[in-house]
């Protein structure tokens, strides 16, 4: 890991009252109690592009580029719209290379006006494995939004618990490809056969 990791959270959001934002900035208050600097990519704040169009190199895609590959750690966060994640982040990371995120260590967070949100969580999986980051085994889903997360903070314990954890454990494996292998206590000869 990282002496001071870096770790940046893209919110997938525009909406000026986001549930997501909440969400994200609860784990990256985490992250930063767990020792790292923090980043929220806020897309209301980039101009880009619908990626391919003639002109979307003028769009602020080389900012958002430079702040993905000088991340240790990235924390995707999304809406859930019609079982998948926001079309601001799917163009957000259209515009991305394998080489802003090769090896990087990854999340995803997924926010549900409903029920679970297994397939958001699993096409952000994807999307980081073809771009050859890392993406952590935990994942978060929050369902039922309108009553789990409030204008400022996560009104359900358990979920809030889930988020500070992911923020922790993606400072604990900032640049890290794969977990550390678990070193096992050599065994007291007097018990072996």
Excluded at 65 to 70: D, G, K, W
Aim: overall charge negative; some cysteine; charged content about 25%.
């Amino acid at each position: 890991m990282p002496r001071n990791p870096h770790v940046v959270a893209v919110c997938g959001s525009l909406n000026d009252d986001s549930k997501t934002r909440v969400a994200l900035r609860t784990a990256l208050d985490a992250a930063a109690a767990a020792g790292a600097t923090t980043e929220l990519i806020d897309l209301r704040d980039h101009e880009l592009l619908p990626y391919g169009w003639d002109g979307a190199d003028a769009s602020d895609a080389e900012s958002l580029r430079r702040s993905v590959r000088e991340a240790d750690a990235v924390l995707f966060g999304t809406p859930v719209y019609h079982g998948s994640f926001s079309g601001s982040l799917k163009n957000a990371l259209d515009y991305c290379k394998r080489a802003d995120f090769d090896g990087t260590t990854t999340a995803a967070l997924a926010v549900a006006g409903g029920g679970f949100p297994r397939a958001t969580l699993e096409h952000l999986r994807e999307v980081a494995l073809t771009l050859d980051a890392w993406p952590l085994p935990q994942q978060v889903a929050i369902p039922n939004s309108g009553s789990t997360v409030g204008d400022d903070e996560i009104r359900d314990g358990d979920v809030e618990r889930r988020v500070r954890e992911l923020g922790e454990k993606l400072v604990r494996y900032a640049g890290v490809e794969r977990y550390p292998e678990a070193t096992r206590a050599p065994a007291d000869p007097a018990t072996v056969d």
